[in-house]
Nanobody, 122 residues
Framework: QVQLVESGGGLVQAGGSLRLSCAAS????????MGWFRQAPGKEREFVAV????????YYADSVKGRFTISRDNARNTVYLQMNSLKPEDTAIYYC???????????????WGQGTQVTVSS
């Protein structure tokens, strides 16, 4: 079992930055691809970014490309999402997830955190 805990969310003005962290316990994250997803009120959960188990491959949703950066520190068992130039439409609960495949698809992930709220004011 892998337990994931997100942190770093909060309230920020448009144009600002936040860095989300996802800390794992119970098992090393090294074998897993790690993804970030988000869910806004009244909307379905959507893919944000994913990083391969080695960190060598990263993929982003078009809506965040060039603004968000996903990274991982396997020694610290932690994954990060640096979010810059935030927009009000980025407001959502952000979830990290661990899975065996580097995938855009939420169903490919076996373990999920509880989420952290990000609110961007205009």
């Amino acid at each position: 079992q892998v337990q994931l805990v997100e942190s770093g969310g909060g309230l920020v003005q448009a144009g600002g930055s936040l860095r989300l962290s996802c800390a794992a316990s119970g098992r090393t994250l090294s074998p897993y691809a790690m993804g970030w997803f988000r869910q806004a009120p009244g909307k379905e959960r959507e893919f944000v970014a994913v990083i391969s188990w080695s960190g060598g491959k990263t993929y982003y949703a078009d809506s965040v490309k060039g603004r968000f950066t996903i990274s991982r520190d396997n020694a610290r068992n932690t994954v990060y999402l640096q979010m810059n130039s935030l927009k009000p439409e980025d407001t959502a609960i952000y979830y990290c997830a661990a899975g065996v495949a580097t995938s855009y698809y939420s169903g490919a992930y076996n373990y999920w955190g509880q989420g952290t709220q990000v609110t961007v004011s205009s």
